[in-house]
């Protein structure tokens, strides 16, 4: 895995502390496996977030699984976001990207018209832009819109060193 892509405003840790806490603070912890999804698919679900077959829906995970299993997928995410962003990023527009690949899916933020913005250096609206994947099954769900807003700050907020 590379990471040493030029970079503005400094280099990009791949799941590095505060990316975590951001995609924890926004997922919610449960260590109980229960199913998640739209009502016609739900899907079992654990820790932060966590889907797909490696879920036992009869186990129930300890903090330091949990934690192992969320630092992989932000990692899969973050390699996912860099893999079809061709351009530099700073770090908050990686974690903000990487918070929203992680919660959408990296095939559905590859094809998303963000992508196609900041592929373009037109980085403000592509955070702009983050702000529509607020819905779930077909609805404006909340707590997505306060999750996409909080990665649209993010994302426009300027690095500091």
């Not at 630092?71 to 079809?84: H, M, N, P, Q, T």
Request: charged share 20%; proline share 4%.
């Amino acid at each position: 895995m590379s990471t040493n892509k030029t970079l503005i405003g400094g280099v990009i840790v791949l799941a590095g502390s505060s990316l975590l806490a951001i995609i924890g603070g926004h997922e919610g912890y449960k260590s109980k496996p229960y199913l998640d999804g739209l009502p016609k698919k739900p899907v079992w679900t654990a820790c932060s977030g966590i889907t797909g077959p490696e879920i036992d829906p009869k186990h129930i995970y300890t903090k330091s699984e949990c934690d192992a299993l969320l630092k992989s997928r932000v990692e899969i995410a973050g390699r996912g976001v860099l893999a079809c962003v061709k351009v530099p990023l700073n770090q908050n527009q990686y974690n903000a990207f990487t918070d929203l690949a992680y919660n959408i899916g990296t095939t559905a933020f590859c094809k998303s018209s963000i992508v196609t913005e900041v592929n373009q250096f037109h980085y403000a609206e592509a955070c702009q832009r983050l702000t529509r994947y607020n819905m779930a099954g077909g609805r404006v769900v909340q707590g997505l819109v306060n999750r996409r807003e909080a990665e649209r700050k993010l994302c426009l907020t300027k690095v500091t060193s």
